[in-house]
């Protein structure tokens, strides 16, 4: 079974930066697309940013040109750095591993979460 464990989440100030990691029990190169979603209270769940295996990029668009998606091959391990933090960025950060398809092909494993909390 496929394992992803985030860390690097905290509290920090509006204007701030953190940066999270997600490092995967095997290869990225295993998956097609590795990716953040996140999801504040009373919201669902919703995606941040996604990196396809080919190093292609998306980006929700309230975090476009504050945050950027990266990846560690040789330590297996996907990254979100956040830059200009704002208070409406606050919720818990799951990291995700997909086929990148869509129905009945499809395929997710996700991490337990990494709470970010940002101050106002």
């Known amino acids: 079974q496929v394992q992803l464990v985030e860390s690097g989440g905290g509290l920090v100030q509006a204007g701030g930066s953190l940066r999270l990691s997600c490092a995967a029990s095997?290869?990225?190169?295993?998956?097609?697309?590795m990716g953040w979603y996140r999801q504040a209270p009373g919201k669902q769940r919703e995606l941040v940013a996604v990196?396809?295996?080919?190093?292609?990029?998306n980006y929700a668009n309230p975090v476009k040109g504050r945050f950027t998606i990266s990846r560690d091959n040789a330590k297996n391990t996907v990254y979100l750095q956040m830059n200009s933090l704002k208070p409406e960025d606050t919720a818990v950060y799951y990291c995700?591993?997909?086929?990148?398809?869509?129905?009945?092909?499809?395929?997710?494993?996700w991490g337990q979460g990494t709470q970010v909390t940002v101050s106002s």
């Open positions: 095997g290869s990225i190169f295993s998956f097609n697309a």
């Open positions: 990196m396809t295996r080919g190093g292609n990029t």
């Open positions: 995700n591993c997909n086929n990148n398809l869509l129905g009945a092909l499809r395929y997710d494993y």
